[in-house]
């Protein structure tokens, strides 16, 4: 099992720009996490999908931050436009479902905005 | 909202002694999990905990879960420098499906 994909690694853009965050979870999970860590407010959730389905979105910074899930193996997170604030580690994460099952999570994307 | 707070932040040891990490949540927990972040790495599942009062040991690591489940703790013997890096508590509440992260406590261990 490759585990849970993110692409890319890093990323360095200029303010303005859009940002678009790729995860491949783990096949067979039905649950997928998005992730935002920094040092000054630690690991946040920002949006979960159950069978692709957006459950809750209420950590979503704001409008500018968009997430889907087209199949279930697929999802993006998009920020658009993106602010030296939005620099962050962002990671995926997927899980079987389940009452509470541990999460897997990807390698996480370093984003760097200018 | 829930509020998952640990204790300490930072924390270093020689190599060798022991290292424990608190965990308080502002709600009762249906269940809380622990994870462990290497520098630059991912946060990886150590272990659950769901009942009252639960111990677990994985060889140096012990994991308790308080009577009240608003508390858990992890406790690392005799700690090595493989023990370096962020440890995360990580709990529900009542039917929440996601899980709120602790700020984690981050273990130097100096050789």
């Known amino acids: 099992d490759a585990g849970v994909i993110q692409s890319p690694r890093h990323e360095v853009t200029e303010m303005g720009q859009e940002v678009t965050l790729r995860c491949k979870p783990i096949s067979g999970h039905d649950y997928l996490f998005w992730y935002r860590q920094t040092m000054m407010r630690g690991l946040e959730l920002l949006i979960y999908f159950n069978n692709n389905v957006p459950i809750d979105d209420s950590g979503m910074p704001e409008d500018r931050f968009s997430a889907k899930m087209p199949n279930a193996s697929f999802s993006t997170l998009k920020i658009q436009p993106s602010e030296p604030r939005d620099s962050a580690v962002y990671f995926c994460a997927s899980s079987k479902q389940g009452k509470v099952e541990k999460l897997f999570f990807g390698s996480g994307t370093q984003l760097s905005v200018l | 909202g829930q509020q998952v707070m640990q204790i300490p932040q930072y924390q270093h040891v020689q190599e060798g002694e022991d290292f424990t990490t608190y965990c308080n949540s502002s709600?009762?927990?249906?269940?809380i999990q622990w994870y462990k972040q290497r520098p630059g790495g991912h946060p990886v599942f150590l272990i659950q905990l769901v009942k009252s009062g639960e111990v677990k040991k994985q060889k140096r690591l012990t994991f308790q879960f308080g009577e009240a489940k608003k508390n858990s703790s992890l406790h690392i013997t005799a700690t090595q420098t493989t023990d370096v890096g962020t440890y995360f508590c990580a709990g529900t509440s009542g039917s929440a499906r996601q899980l709120t992260f602790g700020s984690g406590t981050q273990l130097t261990v100096l050789p």
């Open positions: 709600t009762t927990l249906s269940n």
